[in-house]
């Protein structure tokens, strides 16, 4: 079946990313000049997705207003004359057709994708952690819909990560079946380094049926007292739910850091800005 909608959950509190989450949310935080939220839209509208569903909490309209159009900023840009810039602003609402929905309270990333149960209807429908960046030859997303058509469950993302991630990430016990892709036997939120059953984590990519509600409904709070994703998944193993290790760079841009590194990733890729940063990032090792 094909997937044409996407969950994008922005209604986090962000507090790792504080202050600068105080006011400006998480997922507006931009990557050059890129909020990161637009980059996973652009990445699920490379995989054929029409329609975006932000998960936002209360009174939050940032996310929404970026995809709105802006009249008099596009006028601006036309009196200057600048054509190129004006098309880029006049493509952003173009991208997909765009739709919020609340989160009532913040309990979690589980409880945030059951709030786009009325919204998504009877189709499967991918899921985009905004926090995961992902630069890769083809959309991560549109690889895993593929795999969705051909086995018809769902599908989670998933890289190999160092011991010292483990215990603060989502690990699968899983069996690779064709390349890159696996079948999974278990799944765990987080676990000491003793128990993880591999180093294989999920990142924030997921194609999930609408089956994933009624799961979702009866998971109990987990890890951290919130509605965890991974024990609704965990409960559909049974029927099958594959992992796709997506080849490419993943950098979590929820963290400072991680922020920091995505944009001078970004920055190296791009031909007008790669060989100024390399020559000021030589001057600081002087
Ligand atoms: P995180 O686990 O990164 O939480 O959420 P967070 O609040 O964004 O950030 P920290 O950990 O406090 O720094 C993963 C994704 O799920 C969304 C977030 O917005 C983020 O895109 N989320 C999380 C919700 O939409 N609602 C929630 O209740 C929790």
């Known amino acids: 079946m094909k997937v044409r909608t996407a969950v994008i959950p922005v209604a986090g509190f962000g507090t790792r990313m504080l202050p600068a989450s105080r006011s400006v949310p998480k997922p507006m935080l931009p990557v050059l000049d890129t909020p990161v939220v637009h980059l996973a839209v652009l990445e699920a509208v490379e995989a054929g997705i029409e329609h975006i569903i932000f998960v936002v909490s209360k009174g939050q309209d940032a996310v929404r207003a970026y ?4 009249p008099e900023l596009e006028r601006g840009i036309e009196a200057k004359g600048d054509t190129k810039l004006l098309e880029r602003m006049l493509a952003i609402p173009k991208l ?10 913040q309990l979690g990333l589980g409880d945030a994708i059951l ?3 009325d919204a998504t209807g009877e189709e499967p429908f991918v ?11 083809a959309s991560t997303t549109g690889a895993m819909v593929t795999l969705f058509a051909e ?7 998933v890289r190999e990560v160092p011991d010292e991630r483990v215990s603060s990430l989502g690990i ?5 079946v064709a390349d890159r892709v696996y079948t999974i036997s278990g799944m765990v939120e987080k676990p000491p380094l003793d128990e993880a059953p591999s180093n294989l984590a999920i990142i924030g990519r997921y194609v999930l049926v609408t089956d994933i509600f009624e799961a979702l409904r ?4 987990g890890a951290g007292g919130e509605v965890q994703i991974t024990d609704a998944l965990a409960s559909m193993i049974p029927g099958g739910v594959y992992a796709y290790r997506f080849p490419g760079t993943h950098v979590d841009v929820g963290r400072p850091l991680g922020l920091l590194q995505a944009s001078v990733t970004e920055a190296l890729r791009r031909p007008d800005m790669a060989s100024e940063l390399q ?4 001057g600081l090792n002087r």
């Open 67 to 70: 995809f709105e159009h802006l």
């Open 96 to 105: 997909a057709q765009f739709s919020c929905v609340e989160q009532k309270r």
């Open 115 to 117: 709030s786009a149960a």
């Open 127 to 137: 899921v985009l952690l905004p926090d995961d960046v992902i630069w890769s030859e």
């Open 151 to 157: 086995r018809g469950r769902p599908v989670i993302a």
């Open 172 to 176: 699968v016990d899983a069996a690779e």
């Open 218 to 221: 009866q998971t109990q709070p």
């Open 279 to 282: 020559e000021w990032l030589r």
